[in-house]
């Protein structure tokens, strides 16, 4: 039987060895951490990555343990509602614990899982197959790899060789807590270069996230990070005060892209995920891209077999939905993080303005996207 060697265990990973199952394909997934684990923050997850997960029969799974964002509303920080909407699509958008989706797609998985096992280097040989070599001194020769190893990626150093991630100026603070909040409630609030946002995880429990501009891993000490974010969101509206206070653990990241290129395969090594297009979080899409491109790779593989056909065609279909998901992100960013005075009350007049109905018909482009339909 083929053999592919995917290395990471994150949502890429583990979708894409779900899309193989049953597919004549023996998937491997190598993952460095000791065990395959996810960060205790929450994602959204949208209806065009919800019905790769219908189709894989995992959707209600999913729903059991996940929120429904029902009602978004957009503010400032002194509480006054910019603009609030309802989003409908055939799918509902819910948001979930990162180690409950994880878990689900773990228990999905009928591939062999190697933990501790963090890519060192790999070398395709002359029959087209591809040795790999680990930090821990196993060595593998599989039929093709797949880099599906995050934003900091050892096989995109490879394949494609475009350096460090470009940070993009600010850090992301994230965190889970109960509140006292209307359920499905979900919101953004704008200040001036800082933001917060809202989602609802399940029966009272909601995961927020903090932007603020500053530079590039730049530590919370000596203040402590619930001091320090206090010290900036402490006057802000309702919950967003209480959600520091109650919350007990803090992940925080400094925001990071690439500029999306083309070249996604080489021989029979292949990138997907944030490997071959990460992204600011500010549309909530990097992980749901993860999962339309497993999606789309796995046909890709079923019906072109592990070549460079596959790999082509997997990125022509592609690419182009990642690059403007990656490039509108950059965007939102950008204007979300303005200190700039004219900027932010353009920003904010026109959330003002715009009826609900036509922002959530700008967003169908990305939420309501159906990746099924395309022809592989
Ligand atoms: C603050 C923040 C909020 C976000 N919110 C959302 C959201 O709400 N919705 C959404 O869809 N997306 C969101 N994202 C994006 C999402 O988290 C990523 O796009 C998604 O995790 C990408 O999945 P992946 O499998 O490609 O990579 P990852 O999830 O990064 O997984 C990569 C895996 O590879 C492993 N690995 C790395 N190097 C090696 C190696 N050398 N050898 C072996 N294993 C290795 C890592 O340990 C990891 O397990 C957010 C991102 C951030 C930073």
New binding site residues.
């Given amino acids: 039987m083929n053999e592919i060697a995917i290395?990471?265990?994150?949502?890429?990973?583990?979708t894409l060895a779900i899309c193989l199952k049953k597919s004549g394909y023996s998937c491997h997934i190598?993952?460095?951490?000791d065990e395959?684990r996810?960060v205790g923050?929450?994602?959204?997850?949208?209806p065009n990555?919800l019905t790769v997960y219908q189709e894989l029969g995992i959707l209600d799974d999913i729903l059991r343990v996940a929120g429904e964002v029902k009602d978004v509303f957009l503010k400032t920080q002194s509480g006054k509602i910019l603009s609030q909407s309802s989003p409908r699509y055939d799918l509902p958008t819910v948001?979930m614990h990162r180690p409950d989706l994880h878990a689900i797609l773990l228990r999905h998985t009928d591939a062999q899982l190697h933990s501790g096992?963090?890519?060192?280097t790999f070398s395709t040989l002359p029959n087209g197959q591809v040795e790999i070599q680990?930090t821990n001194g196993v060595r593998k020769t599989v039929d093709a790899l797949v880099g599906?190893?995050?934003?900091?990626?050892?096989v995109r150093d490879r394949v494609i060789n475009d350096g460090k991630p470009v940070f993009r100026g600010y850090s992301?603070w994230?965190g889970v807590c109960r509140l006292d909040l209307a359920d499905g409630y979900g919101s953004e609030t704008y200040g001036n270069g800082q933001r917060v946002g809202i989602?609802p995880i399940k029966e009272g429990v909601f995961g927020w996230?903090a932007t603020l501009n500053e530079p590039f891993m730049q530590t919370d000490e000596p203040e402590g990070t619930k001091q320090k974010l206090l010290a900036h969101f402490g006057d802000w509206h309702y919950p967003i005060p209480a959600l520091i206070e109650h919350t007990e653990h803090f992940?925080k990241?400094s925001?990071s892209d690439r500029v999306p290129v083309r070249g996604w395969s080489q021989g029979n090594v292949v990138l997907?995920?944030?490997?071959a297009h990460?992204?600011t979080?500010n549309l909530?899409?990097?992980?749901?891209?993860?999962?339309e491109g497993a999606y789309i790779l796995a046909r890709c593989i079923q019906k072109y077999g592990l070549n460079q056909e596959a790999f082509t065609r997997y990125e022509m279909l592609h690419f182009p939905r990642a690059k403007a998901v990656v490039d509108a992100s950059l965007a939102i960013g950008r204007i979300g993080q303005s200190k700039n005075r004219l900027v932010r009350s353009a920003r904010n007049t026109l959330f003002s303005l715009l009826p609900p109905r036509l922002t959530l018909r700008m967003m169908d482009t990305y939420f309501s996207y159906d990746v099924r339909k395309l022809a592989i």
């Avoid at 265990?9 to 583990?14: K, Y």
């Avoid at 923050?41 to 949208?46: E, L, N």
């Avoid at 599906?148 to 050892?154: M, Q």
């Fill in positions: 290395i990471g265990g994150g949502i890429g990973g583990l190598y993952e460095k951490n395959f996810e923050a929450a994602i959204s997850v949208f990555a948001c096992h963090a890519l060192q680990f599906a190893d995050g934003l900091n990626s050892v992301i994230r989602v996230w992940i990241n925001l997907l995920g944030d490997a990460p992204t979080p909530g899409q990097g992980g749901c891209m993860a999962i």
